[in-house]
């Protein structure tokens, strides 16, 4: 697939790349930082604490519960949860930051323009509009185990 402005533009899809301004700086002190990043929505911001919260796909209720509490809490003090939209731990964590006002990142296996797993398809709709979708993959990438 041909990656053009026009494309990225129609599927609301920005792109940032390696020292350009808009690049997370966190990131850039990687060894093995991403070239470029494809997301929507927004990419977290520099100077503002985030935590990662990830964890089992296939958790408990109590893990549940602990995610979305953790969520909620962190996102209440301002704090961004970034996390990978998985099933499980990654999306309580994601409902709790977004049930609270708070602002969360999703961080994808897959092109920004995929939700995946496809059931958080309106947890998908919602990060994007209160924080961001993100993906080092090209739109059009699909998932794999």
Same mark, same amino acid.
């Given at each position: 697939?041909?990656?053009?402005?026009?494309?990225?533009?129609?599927?609301?899809?920005?792109?940032?790349? @390696?020292?350009?301004?808009?690049? #997370?700086?966190?990131?850039?002190?990687?060894?093995?930082? #991403?070239?470029?990043?494809?997301?929507?929505?927004?990419?977290?911001?520099?100077?503002?604490?985030?935590?990662? *919260?990830?964890?089992?796909?296939?958790?408990?209720?109590?893990?549940?519960?602990?995610? $979305?509490?953790?969520?909620?809490?962190?996102?209440?003090?301002?704090?961004?949860?970034?996390?990978?939209?998985?099933?499980?731990?990654?999306?309580?964590?994601?409902?709790?930051?977004?049930?609270?006002?708070?602002?969360?990142?999703?961080?994808?296996?897959?092109?920004?323009?995929?939700?995946?797993?496809?059931?958080?398809?309106?947890? @998908?709709?919602?990060?994007?509009?209160?924080?961001?979708? *993100?993906?080092?993959?090209?739109?059009?990438?699909? $998932?794999? #185990?």
């Amino acid at each position: 697939m041909l990656l053009t402005k026009k494309l990225l533009k129609k599927q609301k899809i920005h792109f940032t790349g @390696y020292g350009m301004k808009d690049y #997370p700086e966190r990131l850039s002190y990687l060894a093995d930082a #991403p070239a470029v990043l494809y997301y929507k929505g927004k990419l977290p911001e520099n100077y503002c604490p985030a935590v990662a *919260i990830i964890g089992a796909r296939m958790c408990s209720e109590y893990g549940r519960q602990v995610a $979305a509490w953790f969520g909620s809490k962190l996102g209440e003090k301002g704090i961004q949860i970034i996390s990978g939209m998985a099933r499980g731990v990654d999306g309580w964590a994601h409902q709790g930051a977004l049930e609270s006002g708070g602002r969360t990142f999703a961080v994808l296996g897959c092109g920004a323009d995929i939700c995946y797993p496809a059931v958080h398809e309106r947890l @998908y709709a919602s990060i994007e509009k209160r924080g961001g979708i *993100i993906s080092e993959y090209r739109p059009g990438t699909k $998932a794999k #185990p």
